[in-house]
């Protein structure tokens, strides 16, 4: 049909002016990234309002949109760092909770088992010595019979003396997946806080992370981002003088100071509140304008916290991070609320890392670094060069190429073409996807492709004409008849774009992703756009023949 109502025009003419629109922030591209990476700043208060105003007005207009197609790590330049997480870790931490319950049961039986001792047993097994050879098998047994924890722990002879007790393979496998999604979760929320935009942060095999943020000077500058477990704990003071070569106890921690490693405090092994119970964090100023980390507990840390200094007035509370002490402060006075502030020796910019590390949370377990790289922008550029150089050279040809055989035919194509590839930037830039390199590939090869439908639809014409169709039916049936072929290869393609997607990684989806888009768009502009823009041409011109 060559007669339109008014509905299908709208539907048909809304898309396109909103591809058009939505593209021309591409053409600027450099201002209106400064443009967003103001907005993130003004996001984290990390700019003045005179200065974000200044910075803002400089840039691009408000009133513009600002949506842009976030630039991959091998276009933009940025950080590179693969990761492990140490599993064993939270293997030892999660046996050491088992301790009290184990030597509760054990004392119940002391007179078949005499003393009992917990000594090291690195980070798989707790190890309980017992006092009598003769009550090992007799302790286990009971062990495996009055514990709560049947099929989670394992309890086996170490020796004559001792007994072994293990994480059964279940719970191993439930406590990696587990403390790998929190990894992956903490690391996500960091990076997203620091205001990055598209990083790329997933699971490779049981154990390693990749992570990659477009953008960002360099490896080390994420290190410092996710490499701290960011563990926050508040312990009582026992003395803020000791030993460093003084070893810890079961009842009290020797920890350095942050600030001089020669500086040790012993501190209570048990915390009073821990960072977990945080619920907010920011960067702010002491009293003497010194940087400083504001922090704010949930209701049950909040009570912890306020009773403790109520009663504890006048003594030193430690503030450790990571098996440090960063601060000790003497408690002046109550203070209610479950809010605080932590000072140091800070700088503006340690305190702001140190506000998004608590209020991402803690890393479940450390991580060792096994790979780490900085992608210099330089790459990026001569990619983007060489892009843009390949994709104008096959637009050209084929804009020529279409005009040339097809004319004025062809030349409804090219303007549907130059929408289609309008569109596949806009829609790109509202899902927040990211252009790779291969992406790149993909939006060239959606440009040869984006025509295939046309030349199926115009030769399909010309064969009716030359039957002695009227123009009218000829149009008609050459789109009509075109149809099923262009489906049938649309489809499979686009299958072929999901699978890719869906089992790929890396460079691979980033080409998916610009296929599918580009398929989409082309049957788009070719079945709907093209026919539009013919009927509208058949409609007032009245022709009374056609060359196609």
């Not at 983007?384 to 409804?412: D, E, H």
């Amino acid at each position: 049909m060559l007669r339109f109502p008014w509905w299908k025009i709208f539907l048909i003419f809304i898309p396109c002016l909103w591809g058009i629109y939505s593209v021309i922030p591409h053409l600027f591209y450099s201002q209106v990234e400064k443009y967003n990476d103001i907005q993130a700043q003004m996001a984290l208060g990390q700019l003045a309002e005179n200065e974000l105003s200044r910075n803002l007005q400089s840039s691009w207009y408000s009133w513009a949109p600002s949506k842009i197609v976030n630039l991959g790590l091998d276009l933009r330049g940025g950080a590179h760092v693969l990761v492990e997480v140490s599993l064993e870790e939270v293997y030892s931490e999660r046996l050491n909770s088992y301790w009290p319950e184990m030597r509760k049961k054990l004392r119940s039986i002391r007179d078949s088992v005499g003393s009992i001792k917990q000594i090291s047993g690195g980070f798989s097994d707790l190890l309980i010595k017992l006092g009598q050879k003769e009550g090992l098998q007799g302790a286990i047994e009971f062990l495996k019979q009055e514990s709560k924890s049947r099929g989670i722990l394992e309890f086996t002879a170490f020796d004559d003396q001792t007994i072994r007790i293990s994480l059964s393979e279940i719970e191993q496998t439930r406590i990696d997946k587990l403390t790998m999604a929190q990894s992956l979760e903490i690391i996500r929320r960091r990076v997203d806080e620091a205001g990055t935009r598209e990083p790329t942060i997933q699971r490779q095999g049981e154990r390693r992370v990749l992570i990659q943020v477009p953008g960002l000077g360099s490896a080390e500058e994420l290190l410092r981002l996710i490499g701290k477990t960011a563990k926050l704990t508040f312990h009582p003071v026992i003395s803020n003088n000791v030993s460093c070569s003084k070893k810890s106890n079961m009842k009290s921690i020797i920890l350095p100071s942050s600030e001089d490693s020669n500086v040790c405090f012993s501190l209570e092994i048990k915390s009073v509140v821990s960072g977990s119970q945080l619920t907010n964090a920011q960067p702010s100023f002491d009293q003497n304008n010194r940087p400083a980390v504001s922090f704010q507990f949930n209701p049950i840390g909040g009570r912890k916290f306020g009773d403790y200094t109520k009663e504890n007035i006048g003594n030193p509370f430690a503030i450790v991070l990571d098996s440090e002490v960063i601060s000790a402060p003497i408690i002046q006075s109550h203070i209610p609320g479950g809010s605080g502030i932590i000072t140091g020796s800070f700088t503006v910019d340690e305190s702001n890392r140190l506000a998004i590390l608590l209020r991402a949370g803690a890393l479940p377990a450390s991580i060792k670094v096994l790979e780490q790289r900085t992608v210099g922008p330089e790459l990026g550029a001569d990619s983007i060069q060489s892009g843009k150089i390949a994709a104008i050279i096959a637009g050209l040809l084929i804009l020529i190429f279409m005009v040339l055989t097809y004319g004025l035919f062809g030349f409804f194509a090219n303007i549907g073409l130059i929408i289609n590839i309008a569109l596949i930037f806009s829609i790109m830039a509202a899902m927040s996807a990211t252009l790779t390199l291969p992406g790149i590939a993909g939006i060239v090869l959606t440009i040869g492709m984006a025509v295939d439908a046309n030349v199926l639809i115009f030769e399909r014409i010309k064969e009716e004409l030359k039957v002695n169709k009227t123009i009218f039916r000829a149009i008609e049936l050459g789109y009509e008849k075109a149809l099923t072929s262009i489906i049938d290869a649309n489809v499979t393609t686009f299958i072929a774009a999901i699978i890719l997607f869906t089992l790929g990684s890396g460079p691979i989806r980033g080409f998916s992703v610009t296929l599918g888009i580009g398929i989409i768009t082309s049957v788009f502009t070719a079945v709907f756009l093209t026919r539009l823009l013919v009927a509208f041409y058949i409609d007032f011109s009245r022709p009374k023949k056609l060359v196609v």
